[in-house]
C-alpha cells in the first residue's frame, strides 16, 4: 500500500497482547530517536496508554534498499479490535509516518493487527 510520503504494509488476522513498535534504524544513522516522544505520538493515535505501549528501538548493521532511503523501518504489532477498521489504521499509519516525520525521521511503516 502506499499513502503519503512511503510505502507501508498492512498486515492483518494476527492478535498480541500489547501495541508492540519495533523501531530499527542502521547503526551509522546519527538522527536522535526520541523514544519517549515518540511513545507520547503512538498513544495519542492508537488511544492506548504508555504502560500497554512498548517501543524498543533496535540498531542493525544493514539492511536492503527499497525504492526509496528511509531513515527507520517501524514494525507495529497491535491487537486486533473491531473499533480498529481498514480505514482507521491505515489513517493511523499516516499519522505514525507524520509523528516520526516531525521528528525529521523518514519511516517505512509495517503494521500487523
Known amino acids: 500500500l502506499t499513502r503519503g510520503m512511503v510505502p507501508f504494509v498492512l498486515l ?6 500489547m501495541p508492540l513498535v519495533k523501531i530499527f534504524a542502521k547503526q ?5 530517536i526520541n523514544l519517549a516522544s515518540l511513545q507520547s505520538k503512538m498513544c495519542n493515535i492508537w488511544g ?4 500497554t505501549t512498548k ?15 528511509e531513515d527507520c523501518y ?3 504489532r497491535a491487537y486486533g479490535k ?4 481498514r480505514e482507521m489504521v491505515l489513517d493511523g499509519m499516516e499519522k505514525v509516518q507524520a509523528s516520526f516525520l516531525d521528528h525529521g525521521l ?5 503494521l500487523e493487527t
Open 12 to 17: 492483518e488476522h494476527q492478535k498480541g497482547t
Open 28 to 32: 551509522t544513522m546519527k538522527k536522535p
Open 48 to 51: 492506548t496508554k504508555p504502560n
Open 55 to 69: 517501543l524498543m528501538l533496535c540498531r542493525v548493521e544493514d539492511w536492503t534498499d527499497e525504492s526509496f532511503q
Open 74 to 76: 517501524v514494525d507495529i
Open 82 to 85: 473491531a473499533e480498529r477498521t
Open 106 to 110: 523518514v519511516a517505512n511503516v509495517r
